[in-house]
């Protein structure tokens, strides 16, 4: 063999040498193996993914619907004074205890205003709260024993509202949105009227059941309840 012909064959068997195991597909099982394995991985991701996924999305979606959700007691001398009260709304206060996702359970101090008024009442003020089937009406009674809570919460984007006792209405400081006495919208860029929230009397205690809905929407929307 010429020096020519011996160079070529030794460069022939160092590249061989150096193949990586990258270059060379293997043998069908080999492939087959692999597949097998890379389809176990991913299989595996998805499974913990969904793990993670499902109490996330779990924890975003209201809990909604009737019945669902604390009774949490006002403050008592505050209900006496609505139950004192003639024509002007009461602030009443009382603990909520809710619960975030993984979080533990918490509380905070809230409150609603309350005012005397009567089914009968209500339902010429705020047809929208009695309309069997409609995204406004409430599954609740919307009076009890004579008396209708508000959510503090405006409906436009949150702000807080106050009653103002010259006016007799409830007035919104964020963006002047002007409720009447029984909550109806009357100025303002409001969508809806102010919402009203489970109220029951036990053993002699008002309670009051939290509950949050969506804002900037005509439509009474669930987003969480006290736990
Ligand atoms: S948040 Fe009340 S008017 Fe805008």
Known sequence: MSNA?????????????FTSAYDDPGTHEE???????????????GIIGLGLVIPIVGSLLPKGGEGKGVWSPLQPSEWKE????????????????????YLPKA????????????????????????????????????ATLGFTVFSPICPHLGCRYNYDADQHKFLCPCHGSVYSFEGAHIGGPAPRGLDPLPLRERSGLAEVTWIRYDKATPDRIVVSYAM
């Open 107 to 142: 509380s905070m101090d809230q409150f609603v205003w309350g005012i005397k008024t009567t089914e009968e009442r209500m339902r010429k003020a705020r047809p929208d709260l009695f309309d069997a089937g409609k995204a406004q009406q409430v599954p609740y009674p919307v």
């Open 82 to 101: 609505l139950q004192a009260a003639t024509d002007k709304a009461v602030k009443l206060t009382f603990t909520v205890r809710y619960k975030d996702a």
């Open 5 to 17: 012909a011996k160079d070529a064959a030794s460069a022939h068997d160092a590249k061989r040498r």
């Open 31 to 45: 492939i087959s193996r692999r597949s097998w394995m890379a389809n176990a991985t991913l299989s595996l991701s």
